[in-house]
């Protein structure tokens, strides 16, 4: 992206707060401006008619590096600049957040470092070394990536990245929920989004609570063999999955937040726990960049399949849910999706 392509980009999508000064990157950012985009909440005609709710959609997957997760995780770096403890940035993930702590601490400035299992795909850190960051092999899994890069955060003026673990990555992300309703020209019956490790679905019930949505139900959304919240629901306290089998690598943690499940018991709002196949996840993804020509993950897929899978329709049928007639879809979007990639997840479903 050229320097000009980046101001106009600024200048129009991003929250500002403070004066843009030119830079060697061709933007600067102060300590007031966000840096995650003010995505649009569209009406889904497509969806609509195929499902008969009135469909909504806060299209996160518009966001610079291909996910929600900027909101969380830039809002937290720059919350520690503020703290004038920020010098190094230091995250282990091979997707979305690693991507997202790049993408900010190139736009801030600050030298990075993104501590990747050996299983990531190789364009990955690619895309990661093209925003910037050092990109360092460590471990066979994300476990072992997660340790080296915790290690690594407590050297001084250091900051270590979570996934999702942390009260600042959900301040972050409850804007999408504040944005989203300044938005809709009506509140929704029911918010729809996929649950990973929980860090979205705590920012989510966080900014519903600020904005009123306290009696508006979400449905949380995991796939078979990605189902920590849904175990830890069954289980009634948290609890660790022996593995992740699951074609949704993003929703792939072993264990989910405690606060996600204290959210759960508190119910306001209430959640509802479901779960979907990975072919209909991917089977949402597809017939989503049918309707609107956008390419997601089959972690977002996920979402889209209470919709495109009639998990909503059953859910009013069994009383779960009552007098639906507008539902918001979280698109939470996805890094690791391309043409091929989704032609191979075609094959791979037989869709």
């Given amino acids: 992206m050229s320097c000009q392509q ?29 840096l995650y985009l003010k995505t649009p909440t569209i009406f889904s005609f497509p969806m609509s008619r195929s499902s008969g709710f009135q469909v909504y959609l806060k299209l996160e997957n518009l966001q610079p590096p291909g996910s929600f997760k900027l909101r969380g995780i830039s809002h937290m770096i720059q919350k520690a600049t503020q703290q004038g403890t920020c010098e190094h940035v230091y995250c282990a993930s091979g997707g979305n957040a690693g991507l997202a702590a790049a993408f900010a601490s190139h736009q801030l400035n600050i030298p990075c470092t ?45 900051l270590y990245v979570p996934a999702f673990e942390h009260p600042a990555l959900w301040e ?38 600020q904005v009123g949505w306290t009696d508006v139900p979400v449905v949380a959304i995991e796939t078979h063999g990605a189902n920590c919240f849904n175990a830890a629901i069954a289980a009634g306290e948290v609890v660790t999955l022996p593995a992740i089998t699951s074609i949704a690598k993003s929703l792939g943690s072993l264990s989910v937040s405690p606060v996600t499940l204290e959210y759960y018991q ?24 049918e309707d609107h020509r956008l390419l997601v993950e089959p972690a977002c897929g996920a979402t889209l399949a209470a919709l495109y899978s009639n998990i909503i329709h059953k859910l009013v049928e069994q009383g779960q849910l009552q007098n639906i007639t507008t539902v918001l879809a979280i698109v939470c979007g996805g890094s690791i999706v391309s043409t091929s990639v989704m032609e191979g997840w075609k094959d791979q479903f037989g869709l």
Avoid: W
């Avoid at 600024?10 to 966000?34: A, L, M, T």
């Avoid at 050996?118 to 910037?132: C, M, V």
């Avoid at 460590?138 to 080296?148: F, R, S």
């Fill in 6 to 34: 980046k101001d106009n980009q600024h200048c129009s999508d991003i929250h500002h707060q403070s004066q843009v000064n030119s830079c060697e990157n061709g933007v600067s950012y102060g300590p007031g401006d966000k």
């Fill in 114 to 158: 993104i501590i990747l299992p050996s299983s990531t795909p190789r364009f990955i850190a690619d895309q990661l070394r093209n925003l910037g960051a050092e990109v360092r092999v460590h471990g066979d899994v994300y476990d072992e990536a997660k340790q080296l890069a915790q290690e690594l955060g407590k050297q001084p003026d250091s």
């Fill in 172 to 209: 972050g992300h409850s804007s999408l929920i504040v944005e989203t309703e300044r938005q809709m020209k009506v509140k929704p019956d029911v918010v729809i989004t996929s649950v990973g490790g929980g860090g979205l679905l705590n920012g989510m019930i966080q900014g519903m609570r």
């Fill in 266 to 289: 508190q119910k306001q709002p209430p959640i509802i726990s479901q779960l979907v196949t990975d072919k209909e996840a991917v089977h949402a993804c597809v017939q989503f960049a």
